[in-house]
C-alpha cells in the first residue's frame, strides 16, 4: 500500500490515505494508454466529411461533343472527376471511426492513467471541496493556494457552485468519478481527487 497527504483547500495537512498499489500505483504501460485514448478520439470523430461522386453532381445529360473529328479527346459526361466542377473520385463519405476494446484494458488503462501521476507526485487529496457560491474568483484562489495550474478535479458528486466556478477558466475541468476517463487524466497535468472519490475509484477498477 502507497500513502498519500490528505489537504484541504488551505493546502494544509489534514492526514494520510492508503491508496491500493492495483489502482494507484502499477506498472504504466504507455502503448495501453495509447490505444485507449486512441480509442476516445475516434468515437469522438464526427465523421461527416462528404463528397460527390460523378453520379451525384448535376449535369452530365448529354455528350460535350461528339467523339471524333473535334481534335479534342474524347469525353462522355461534364461529370468526370477530370473536369472542374466535376465528381470526386474515391473521396470521403460520412462514416463511423469507432471501435471497442475490452473493458478489462479500459479499466487497466484508468488505473495506469492514475499511477502515472501518483508517481510524477502529480496526484493530490483533497478532505472537500465544496464552494458557497458560483464564484471564478474563488475557485481561482484555491488552484493558486493549491498550486494547480492545470488540472482535473474529480468528486463524488460535482456540485453546480463547483462546475459553474471552473467552467470560464481554462487549464480546468469538474468531472463525477463515473465520468472519469484516460484521456481527460492525461490532459491535465495534475489530477485532485476528493478524499471519497478515491474508495469508489478502487471498487470500480478492482471488479
Request: aromatic share 6%; net charge positive.
Amino acid at each position: 500500500m502507497s500513502t498519500v497527504n490528505i489537504v484541504n483547500t488551505k493546502n494544509e495537512s489534514v492526514g494520510e490515505i492508503e491508496l491500493n498499489d492495483e489502482v494507484f500505483n502499477r506498472e504504466v504501460k504507455e502503448h495501453v494508454l495509447h490505444e485507449v485514448v486512441r480509442m476516445q478520439r475516434a468515437g469522438r470523430r464526427a465523421g461527416n466529411a462528404c463528397t460527390k461522386t460523378r453520379v451525384e453532381v448535376s449535369g452530365g445529360g448529354r455528350k460535350p461533343w461528339r467523339q471524333k473529328g473535334t481534335g479534342r479527346a474524347r469525353s462522355g459526361s461534364n461529370t468526370s472527376p477530370l473536369w472542374r466542377g466535376g465528381g470526386v473520385a474515391f473521396g470521403p463519405k460520412p462514416r463511423d471511426y469507432s471501435f471497442k476494446l475490452n473493458r478489462k484494458v479500459k479499466q487497466q488503462a484508468v488505473a495506469m492513467a492514475l499511477s502515472a501521476r501518483f508517481q510524477e507526485g502529480n496526484l493530490i487529496v483533497i478532505n472537500d471541496f465544496t464552494l458557497e457560491q458560483i464564484k471564478t474568483k474563488d475557485f481561482i484562489s484555491i488552484m493558486n493556494v493549491l498550486d494547480v495550474a492545470n488540472g482535473l478535479i474529480v468528486t463524488d458528486n460535482a456540485s453546480e457552485n463547483l462546475t459553474k466556478s471552473s467552467s470560464n477558466v481554462n487549464g480546468y475541468k469538474v468531472l463525477s468519478a463515473e465520468g472519469l476517463n484516460v484521456y481527460d487524466i492525461l490532459l491535465h497535468k495534475k489530477l485532485i481527487l476528493v478524499q471519497p472519490v478515491i474508495e469508489s475509484l478502487e471498487k470500480r477498477l478492482m471488479a
